[in-house]
């Protein structure tokens, strides 16, 4: 009797131990190939850090904007640690509602690339570390280049690229000439067509803040599009976004692919890509001017201000985002699939440079891309393929909405853009830019 006692209180003291040093993170993330990653070497994290748990709700990338912007406006307090980008950082930190990040020496924060740091920082404080970042590029199958009898220069034009669409199109064969995406959502559809937009010699917004949906570059950088998609895309290309278009180009149906830089390095990989040895890269199409061809991109790891559970958030952080994970990446499953565009010293890295075919190109579209002036026209708003003041993902998403029915042929591009002007008129009114 006494034996069975004194176990019952061990087991009982041994689980409030337990409980008491465990550290629940629940940590908010987007189901991208990186982060699947993420989730399965944080194990590494978890035994160096036993009194760290780590708990993790991965969502579709739409899914997880709504989320956290719910989550950190409401002051929900679901989550120790978000996954963010370069629109959120910048607004989220100047309004108090996310933690600074405090990094040690062995961190490095000087070696973070000067685009992803400055993006990611309010008045010189970090507010967000970059998990991988992106510029966008084009992606190619050179092996059907190379029967077209085309060279594809390093900055092709969209007029180049209409022609080589046409000649890869082999729709028999199971072949589109070109994949783009179409799923409505700021941060989908829309994240491409401002660079198009951009590239065209369009603008959001002009200085007096008023949206210019119906001006002559959105008609024609849309009217390509649709035009573009509709003779040398896939079936179905209005539902789709960076996921389903990594599979088709994966599984060699897509002659070309124009989206974010972090692609290539999936596309490469003969583990995942069965035209691995074909794909070639360039930089993203211009048109009327090269300004805001290449957009700029950090996903990031921030803390929510009023989390309880502020150094583990920290600790992981550091660790998810630091020079020893990406070397871990690299030893683990190879110098090809580790996160890129964040740090100087993946760059300097000779494993890195000799397993990664894309890496000059990516980091040659990091380095152009500029959001303090990404427009023909001058613009009142910072940012490339959004513009970063508040009432944007609304309007994003209402355009977005828009932009995939025109795509889809459920309403012109006319009529698109109006329905369109109109909302976004509508929002930037409520918020008092102009009466």
């Known amino acids: 009797m006494k034996l069975r006692f004194a176990t019952a209180l061990t087991a009982a003291l041994f689980s409030a131990g337990l409980a008491h040093a465990n550290t629940e993170l629940v940590i908010a993330t987007v189901n991208n190939g990186h982060m699947i990653e993420m989730q399965k070497l944080g194990k590494h994290f978890e035994a160096a850090n036993p009194d760290i748990k780590l708990k993790w709700v991965t969502l579709e990338e739409g899914v997880l904007r709504q989320r956290v912007t719910t ?61 991988y970042g992106e510029s966008s590029m084009l992606m190619y199958r050179k092996d059907l280049a190379d029967k077209a009898g085309v060279t594809v220069p390093e900055r092709p034009t969209w007029t180049q690229i209409k022609d080589l669409a046409a000649k890869m199109h082999d729709p028999k064969a199971g072949v589109y000439g070109i994949c783009l995406r179409g799923k409505p959502g700021w941060g989908d559809n829309m994240a491409f067509l401002s660079t198009l937009v951009n590239t065209f010699g369009g603008q959001w917004f002009d200085m007096t803040w008023k949206p210019q949906l119906e001006s002559k570059p959105w008609k024609d950088a849309i009217t390509f599009y649709v035009d573009l998609l509709k003779n040398y895309g896939p079936p179905g290309s209005s539902a789709n976004s960076f996921n ?18 972090i692609a290539a ?8 890509s069965s035209v691995a040895d074909k794909m070639a890269f360039a930089q993203a199409p211009t048109q009327v001017t090269p300004k805001g061809a290449n957009w700029l991109w950090a996903w990031s790891l921030a803390i929510p201000a009023g989390s ?31 996160p890129t565009g964040t740090r100087k010293s993946t760059y300097a890295n000779a494993d890195f440079l000799k397993a990664a075919r894309f890496a000059t190109a990516e980091k040659t579209a990091i380095d152009s891309a500029n959001p303090n002036d990404s427009t023909l026209p001058k613009s009142p708003y910072v940012g490339v393929q959004f513009a970063a003041i508040p009432e944007f993902q609304s309007i994003g998403i209402a355009v977005g909405q828009q932009m995939s029915a025109a795509l889809a042929g459920k309403v012109s591009v006319d009529a698109a853009l109006k329905a369109g002007q109109v909302a976004a008129d509508r929002e930037m009114k409520r918020a008092g830019y102009y009466k």
């Open 244 to 261: 389903e278009i990594l599979a088709l180009t994966n599984s060699g149906k897509c002659g070309m692919w124009i989206d974010a830089t």
């Open 71 to 131: 989550d950190i406006a409401t002051k929900g307090g679901q989550f120790d640690v978000m996954t963010i980008g370069m629109y959120e950082t910048p607004i989220w930190g100047k309004k108090g509602w996310l933690q600074e990040l405090k990094t040690d020496a062995a961190y490095d924060v000087d070696d973070l690339l000067p685009a992803m740091r400055n993006g990611l920082s309010v008045d010189g404080k970090l507010f967000a570390a970059p998990f």
């Open 308 to 338: 309880k559970k502020v150094d583990a958030a920290q600790k992981f952080i550091g660790w998810a985002t630091s020079k020893d994970y990406i070397q871990l990446v690299g030893k683990t499953n190879g110098w090809g699939t580790v």
């Open 265 to 272: 390095s999936f596309v490469s990989d003969p583990k995942q």
